[in-house]
C-alpha cells in the first residue's frame, strides 16, 4: 500500500513536465525549471501549495539526507520510490515523469540519468550490490542502449536479462 498522496506526487510532478496550456503554469514546473539543485525551503513551499503529505516530505528529506541544497534528481527518485515497490518500477516511474518524449512514444531518457538514478537508488536501498549494479549498466550500455543514448522503460522492465533488484 502506497502512503497517502503519494499518488498524487507522481501526477503532480507530470502535469509539471506535461502541463495542460489551459491551466495556466503549474507550481513545481515554475519551481523546478530544469534545475539540478532546489533549495529545502522552496521545495517544501511547493510541497504545501500542492497539499502533499509533509510526513512524506519529512520522510523523504531524512531518507535523502538533505539539507539545505537538494539534488532535485535524487528527491525525485525518492519521492518515486514512495510509489513503487521494486527499484524497477520506481525507475519506470522516474523514466516516465522525465521523458521528454511527448509524441506518444515510450518512455526514454538518457543512459546517463539512468545509470546516475539506478546507483543512486540502490545504494540508497542498501540490498542490492555495487557489483550487481555496475554489471547491470554494463550490460545495458552495451547491449542495450542504441546509438542515440536514450533508455526506454522496456529496456529494463522487460529484458529477461536485466534484473535491477
Known amino acids: 500500500m502506497h502512503p497517502p498522496g503519494a499518488a498524487g506526487i507522481a501526477e503532480t510532478i507530470h502535469q509539471s513536465r506535461h502541463p495542460d496550456p489551459a491551466a495556466g503554469p503549474h507550481p513545481v514546473g515554475r519551481g523546478v525549471a530544469g534545475r539540478l539543485i532546489i533549495h529545502a525551503d522552496e521545495l517544501a513551499q511547493?510541497?504545501?501549495?500542492?497539499?502533499?503529505?509533509?510526513?512524506?516530505?519529512?520522510?523523504?528529506?531524512?531518507?535523502?539526507?538533505?539539507?539545505?541544497?537538494?539534488?532535485?534528481?535524487?528527491?525525485?527518485?525518492?519521492?518515486?520510490?514512495?510509489?513503487?515497490?521494486?527499484?524497477?518500477?520506481?525507475?519506470?516511474?522516474?523514466?516516465?515523469?522525465?521523458?521528454?518524449?511527448?509524441?506518444?512514444?515510450?518512455?526514454?531518457?538518457p543512459f546517463s540519468t539512468f545509470q546516475f538514478l539506478y546507483t543512486y537508488i540502490a545504494e540508497v536501498d542498501g540490498e542490492i550490490s555495487a557489483s550487481h549494479v555496475s554489471r547491470m549498466l554494463s550490460y545495458i550500455e552495451q547491449e542495450v542502449i542504441g546509438p542515440d543514448g536514450l533508455i526506454k522503460v522496456n529496456d529494463f522492465t522487460q529484458n529477461p536479462r536485466v534484473r535491477l533488484e
Open 46 to 109: 511547493m510541497w504545501k501549495v500542492l497539499s502533499l503529505p509533509t510526513d512524506l516530505f519529512n520522510s523523504v528529506m531524512n531518507v535523502g539526507r538533505f539539507t539545505e541544497e537538494i539534488e532535485w534528481l535524487k528527491f525525485l527518485a525518492l519521492a518515486c520510490s514512495s510509489l513503487g515497490v521494486t527499484i524497477a518500477k520506481t525507475l519506470k516511474i522516474v523514466c516516465e515523469v522525465l521523458s521528454s518524449d511527448h509524441d506518444g512514444g515510450p518512455p526514454r531518457i
